[in-house]
Nanobody
Framework: HVQLVESGGGSVQTGGSLTLSCTASGHTVSTNCMAWFRQAPGKEREAVARISGFGRTTYDAPVTGRFTISKDNAENTLLLQMNSLQPEDSGMYYC?????????????????WGQGTQVTVS
C-alpha cells in the first residue's frame, strides 16, 4: 500500500520555526514530484512548495526566503523547514506525491496524499 504520513505540526508564536516531515511507504521519494499544500479554515487549498524528481524547488505561496523544501532520500522523507512564521501561515499542511519527475502546483496532479498536520501561528 502506498502511503504518506506527515508529522511535526504544532502551535508556535509569530516569528518562530517548525519543521514538517512526510515519510513515504510503497514508493520512492527521490524520483517523484512531491509538494506541500496548506488549507486555512474557510479558504481554498493552496500549493506551498514543490520539489521535482530532478531536485528543482518552486515556492508558490508567499513564503520565499522563509520556507525550505527538501528531500532526505536516505530516509525516504520530504521535509519543510519553516522559519519566521506568521499568523497567515496557519492551516492544515498536506504532503502530496506523484510518480513523475515534473511538478505542477495543481492539486489534481498529485495521486498520493497524507492525512495532514496542523500548524497554528499566533
Amino acid at each position: 500500500h502506498v502511503q504518506l504520513v506527515e508529522s511535526g505540526g504544532g502551535s508556535v508564536q509569530t516569528g518562530g520555526s517548525l519543521t514538517l516531515s512526510c515519510t513515504a511507504s510503497g514508493h520512492t521519494v527521490s524520483t517523484n514530484c512531491m509538494a506541500w499544500f496548506r488549507q486555512a479554515p474557510g479558504k481554498e487549498r493552496e500549493a506551498v512548495a514543490r520539489i521535482s524528481g530532478f531536485g528543482r524547488t518552486t515556492y508558490d505561496a508567499p513564503v520565499t526566503g522563509r520556507f525550505t523544501i527538501s528531500k532526505d532520500n536516505a530516509e525516504n522523507t520530504l521535509l519543510l523547514q519553516m522559519n519566521s512564521l506568521q499568523p497567515e501561515d496557519s492551516g492544515m499542511y498536506y504532503c502530496a506525491s506523484v510518480t513523475s519527475t515534473a511538478c505542477s502546483a495543481q492539486a489534481a496532479w498529485f495521486t498520493i496524499w497524507g492525512q495532514g498536520t496542523q500548524v497554528t501561528v499566533s
